[in-house]
């Protein structure tokens, strides 16, 4: 093969003119190479041949460059003079150009602030950017008649700029059922829950064991057993909304947000009702209602201290063990703050991870629960819930709606709470916030 190398040349002091045409040649001259090193169509080169090539690319790549910046102060120059000539002419009614030699020329009509613009050699730079061309900012400003800026584009009051709204929703501030996680719950074919409670133990009048010695020859005591039936109701909570066809069609995934914030309308209403509902249909019996449930007043104890006496009420009286604790925010926050007489928290440290608890048992902190009480008891034993309907979505018209283009979505359930042993549960009240 014969040597070859490529010629150094010191393009870059040549001017503006100057650089463009060599810049042309030396093109040309690595489009012969490539021809002169392909054969069958197929370009053929060993690794010499290959470093020469991208050494004449390179040397067309940097003039380039040095090309584009004399270009960009070419333009420069041209706006300037432009400028200079503008604000030393007496006509200012009279608009004028600039040639490509620098020299100002009245063009005889006005031209508009857009035709000013489409006119500019910056914008048509910038139309040829497409082909390679880089971006100019467009600089029309020193070639305006002040007349032509009556009117502020901004855009407020002009083209506002494209604002597409992002996929983020944000939920309306609810709190986190958790009451009804303590309760068993299993599911049911009836509509009222019956079953029988033992209501008389031993003697009709004291529930006291009458088992007792007996001396030779006495008479032995009687006992006596009374079983009364309990029931309690299946009641149904339910909410519906109203909604277009054209809102389901045209939002994706509208309907699965609809439903899921029904569902959430129905379980914050079952925990209300868990706790306080008032046991008149068709509203549940709720345990701060039930007939039975303890009280253990706080009368000056603290909120520690009067929890734990109700807990103590649960095994003396209820003879049942609690599962958990049922507290109001504001008033488990003492309990969570307190410290000891250096300053520690009873409680451990902020930083500590873990789920509350007080005397080994958990505690459901909820806006739910009455503030000033708080409810300990045996939920797992001597409580049930029991699911006629779990949540349940439906979907169609009612009335008119067929030819209004609507649809309604309804969201139900039906439940029973079944409170079996009410002094199994106490009540602390009077606590402190």
Known sequence: MAEETVEVNRWENLSFNELGAFKDIKIAELDA?????????????????????????KEITDATKRWEQLREADDIFKKTVAAHAKNNTVERSVPFTVDDKGRVQQSGAMKSLGEMFTDSGAYKSHKGLHDGQPHYQVEIGSQLDYHA??????????FAPPNDRTNITVNFALRRPTVADLVPTDATTLTTI????????GTASTNANPAAAVAEGAPKPEAELVWTEQSSPVEKIAVYIPVTTEQLDDVPG???IINNRLSMMLQLKEEDYLLTGTGTPPQILGFLVKSGVQTQAA??????????????????????EPTA??????????IRLAKTLDGLYIWGAPSDPGPER???????????????????G????????????????????????LIQNKKTIVAEMRESLEIYRASAFCKATGLAS
Do not use: C
């Open 149 to 158: 800026l009556k009117t502020l584009m901004t855009t407020s009051a002009g």
């Open 358 to 376: 007080i005397f080994g048992k958990s505690v459901v902190v909820t806006t739910a629960m009455t503030a000033g009480t708080a409810l300990t």
């Open 254 to 256: 509208i309907q699965g």
């Open 378 to 401: 045996d939920f797992q034993l001597y409580s049930h819930i029991s699911r006629r309907q779990g949540i349940t979505i439906i979907v169609g018209t009612i009335g008119d709606q």
């Open 33 to 57: 190479y490539f021809k002169a090193h392909t054969k069958s169509g197929q370009i053929d080169m060993d690794a010499d041949e290959l470093e020469i090539a991208r050494m004449k690319n």
């Open 299 to 320: 009368a000056g104890d603290s909120n520690i201290d009067a929890i734990y006496k109700a807990m103590t009420k649960v095994r003396t009286v209820g003879f049942a």
């Open 325 to 334: 604790v049922v507290v109001h925010p504001n008033n488990w926050t003492p």
């Open 194 to 201: 019956k079953y029988m409670e033992e209501t008389t133990w």
